[in-house]
């Protein structure tokens, strides 16, 4: 067991002693500094010490030549002011290697949100698109709240929507969510929490006209998809989710009492869909498939539509209807009902809103029903309250 001052000029000349498969050259100024000689020719810095239970422990600086000697010195000095004040390199080195990468919490956080939630393929989406190939190889204990700020910053400026960012920051958060709940090594917190959520404006304004949906009702009428007319009228007669028409089943529909069972909604409760003599008669020639319980499913499969986005494009670019979106039916169902003088709240309850504010984005339309309601009132009044003044 040699012991010489390990500096520049005699690591440098290090050999292991002829006949030894190695020989460990120990430092004469910093104790534990080792320098592991080896007679295939390779060079090894490690620091040696006693761990808090009085075992032998090693732990590896470097590879000769990677950092220079000086460094090499310094780094074995903190080692040693660290061991003295009782940590234990060694257990800190085997608590990194335990501590798993965020692709490994990706894979349970997924595994956990597929047996409850409805928005799955939604959530995997989110994960395997934006946040896999920035975070997967990281460990966990190395995600830090700046670093994720930065991203999220980058993202935006990529040119994604506020809300999508949004939607991408949630999914992340609870991950680590779900990492502090299992107990998982190397999460002390969750580092996404307390990053500020930007302001978001999504709401757009877009509802059909009269003539418009009568181009719109044409052009579905030629539709490929045989089942987008019955889809895309639906919409409009009941103001329903897209998702709640594509998986509704015959035996939820009573034509006697003149509604539509949903079992579970949006906010995850079951509710009741008025259906109009419009919404009936429609729904009457609807065909029916053997053996098939759902309303208006892929004539092909016979199952619910993944989506209709192709057939909807088309339909839309004959109507000349580019800027409609899917969800904007929906919006122009209540539209209608409010133009027709129908009060807020009940359309809020046809729509199966969970509470009045999602309901008072319509407000301004009602305003508009309340203007033409005070015109009238004056108009029969036959007053000229200016003159008599």
């Known amino acids: 067991m040699p012991k010489v001052k390990l500096d520049h000029a005699f690591c440098l000349t290090a050999r292991c002693i002829d006949g030894r498969k190695k020989t460990d050259y120990w430092d004469t100024h910093i104790r534990g500094l080792v320098l592991e000689t080896r007679s295939s020719g390779g060079k090894t810095f490690y620091f040696r010490y006693v761990d808090p239970h009085g075992v032998q422990r090693q732990h590896k600086i470097c590879v000769y030549g990677d950092l220079t000697v000086d460094k090499v010195r310094k780094e074995a000095e903190r080692l040693r002011s660290d061991i003295t004040l009782g940590g234990d390199p060694s257990a800190k080195k085997a608590e990194v290697k335990a501590t798993p990468t965020y692709s490994d919490l990706a894979a349970d956080h ?181 053996n098939c319980p759902y309303l208006l499913p892929n004539p092909k499969t016979r199952k619910p539509f993944g989506d209709i986005k192709h057939s909807w494009q088309h339909a839309r670019k004959a109507a000349v209807l580019g800027d409609l979106r899917i969800h904007d039916l929906r919006h122009s169902a209540a539209s209608f009902m409010i133009n027709a003088g129908i009060d807020l709240f009940a359309v809020g309850k046809v729509l199966g809103h969970a509470n009045y504010a999602s309901t008072m984005r319509y407000s301004h339309l009602a305003n508009d029903t ?5 015109e009238a009132g004056a108009a029969k009044q036959k007053v000229d309250w200016a003159g008599s003044a």
């Open 370 to 374: 309340l203007m033409a309601a005070v």
């Open 110 to 290: 997924l595994a956990h949100a597929k047996t409850y939630q409805r928005s799955y393929d939604t959530t995997e989406m989110y994960v395997r698109r934006h946040i896999l190939p920035r975070w997967g190889k990281v460990r966990l204990s190395d995600i830090h709240q700046r670093d994720i700020a930065v991203w999220l910053s980058e993202k935006q400026a990529e040119g994604l929507a506020p809300a999508t960012v949004e939607k991408i920051r949630v999914t992340f958060g609870r991950s680590f969510e779900l990492a502090l709940r299992w107990d998982v090594p190397g999460v002390v917190k969750n580092p996404v929490r307390g990053i500020k959520r930007p302001p978001i404006n999504n709401a757009r304004e877009r509802f059909l006209t009269v003539a418009e949906a009568q181009r719109l009702s044409r052009a579905v009428a030629n539709s490929r998809n045989t089942q987008l007319k019955y889809i895309v009228g639906l919409l409009l007669l009941t103001g329903a989710r897209v998702s709640e028409l594509l998986n509704a089943e015959w035996q939820h529909i009573d034509a006697e009492r003149k509604a539509w069972f949903i079992p579970t909604s949006k906010t995850g409760k079951p509710r009741y869909v008025p259906l109009s003599q419009a919404a009936l008669d429609l729904i009457e020639h609807i065909p029916r498939f053997t």
